[in-house]
């Protein structure tokens, strides 16, 4: 089992900035990819970020809408992952999920959820 806990999110004006972590804990394995996740009601969830493991963090992967304005890090010895989202758009407004996968589980371990919202 995989415990994550998001910390960050809130309200902020259009152009601002925001930063959202995420803290792993539990059974984590070394190889590993997290990351972050989007949804707004009604629609699907997408994927905003991800990052493999490694003690400064692996390969990254961005959706488009948001290459150039968010950056996704992590602390290998801490197990944590941000996401630092600049040059925010109303358009990113939604609930985060912070995410993690391994090749032990064949599912995907979730953290509750942390709102983003950007006025515009």
């Known amino acids: 089992q995989v415990q994550l806990v998001e910390s960050g999110g809130g309200l902020v004006q259009a152009g601002g900035s925001l930063r959202v972590s995420c803290v792993a804990s539990g059974s984590i394995s070394s190889i590993n990819a997290m990351g972050w996740y989007r949804q707004v009601p009604g629609q699907q969830r997408e994927l905003v970020a991800s990052?493999?493991?490694?003690?400064?963090?692996?390969?990254?992967d961005y959706a488009d809408s948001v290459k150039g304005r968010f950056t996704i890090s992590r602390d290998g010895a801490e197990n944590t992952v941000d996401l630092q989202m600049n040059s925010l758009k109303a358009e990113d407004t939604a609930v985060y999920y912070c995410?993690?996968?391994?090749?032990?589980?064949?599912?995907?371990?979730w953290g509750q959820g942390t709102q983003v919202t950007v006025s515009s």
């Open positions: 995410f993690y996968r391994d090749r032990n589980y064949a599912g995907t371990y």
């Open positions: 990052i493999g493991s490694g003690f400064s963090g692996g390969n990254t």
